[in-house]
């Protein structure tokens, strides 16, 4: 079976600092993705980067850069320059090859602090 | 286009009732799902459908709740008889994916802002 671990429930970060958000998977299969979504308070999942499995590049979109280990089953999001409005829920979600729903881990709650 | 629209955002239900979750799905996206969100918590996979067929329904937590997606485009999630543990948010998403082999970008799920589900 597939799972997703995210040990930091909760996280601070200063504004304008970098903070990276842990998550590691388990997963036999050789083909999946991984996609990391923001949640703030108002409750829609917002989609923030994806990396597949073969890719042999580190995934990067604007702020947003995904630290991919495939030996360890680690794909941590990196936020730089933390603003305000990051403080939010962020998930880090699976899917393999073959199965078409996505594993969600149980979220880290970051706050930005001025 | 227009992103995952949900209807209602908010539902009070008193124990017993049934109630009817509707999702829009964006325009063209194949694959749609459901998933059901409890409070502080990740969320959970409930049912699939590749257009009007419903491929997946293992993560449905028991006979009373009920999807279906008739033309392949909106989709509406049934729970009948509520009890206070079906109280979550529920959550729709869609994707372009046709779910061939491979995981690949098509594969994001972009979803809804969800209806929140109290049952009383």
């Known amino acids: 079976a597939q799972k997703i671990t995210q040990t930091q429930p909760g996280m601070f970060v200063q504004e304008k600092e970098a903070v990276t958000l842990d998550c590691t998977y388990d997963?036999?299969?050789?083909?999946?993705?991984l996609f990391w979504y923001k949640q703030p308070s108002s409750g829609e999942m917002i989609f923030l980067i994806y990396?597949?499995?073969?890719?042999?590049q580190n995934a990067t979109e604007g702020r947003y850069s995904l630290n991919f280990q495939k030996a360890r089953k680690s794909a941590n999001l990196v936020i730089s320059a933390s603003q305000l409005g990051d403080s939010a829920m962020y998930f880090c979600?699976?899917?393999?090859?073959?199965?078409?729903?996505?594993?969600f881990g149980p979220g880290t709650r970051l706050s930005v602090l001025p | 286009g227009a992103g995952v629209s949900q209807s209602p955002r908010y539902k009070v239900a008193k124990r017993g009732q049934d109630v009817a979750l509707r999702c829009d799905p964006i325009?063209?996206?194949?694959?749609l799902f459901w998933y059901q969100q409890a409070l502080g918590q990740g969320p959970e996979f409930l049912t699939y459908?590749?257009?009007?067929?419903?491929?997946?329904k293992s993560g449905l937590p028991s006979d009373r709740f009920f999807a279906e997606r008739p033309e392949g485009s909106v989709s509406t999630l049934k729970i009948q008889r509520t009890q206070q543990e079906d109280s979550a948010v529920y959550l729709c998403?869609?994707?372009?994916?046709?779910?061939?082999?491979?995981?690949?970008?098509?594969?994001?799920?972009?979803f809804g802002p969800g209806t929140r589900l109290t049952v009383l």
């Open positions: 997963t036999s299969d050789q083909s999946y993705g």
């Open positions: 998403a869609s994707s372009s994916s046709l779910g061939l082999a491979g995981v690949g970008h098509t594969d994001t799920q972009y």
């Open positions: 979600a699976m899917r393999v090859n073959y199965g078409q729903n996505f594993v």
């Open positions: 325009s063209g996206h194949v694959s």
């Open positions: 990396q597949g499995s073969y890719d042999e």
């Open positions: 459908f590749q257009n009007e067929a419903q491929l997946d």
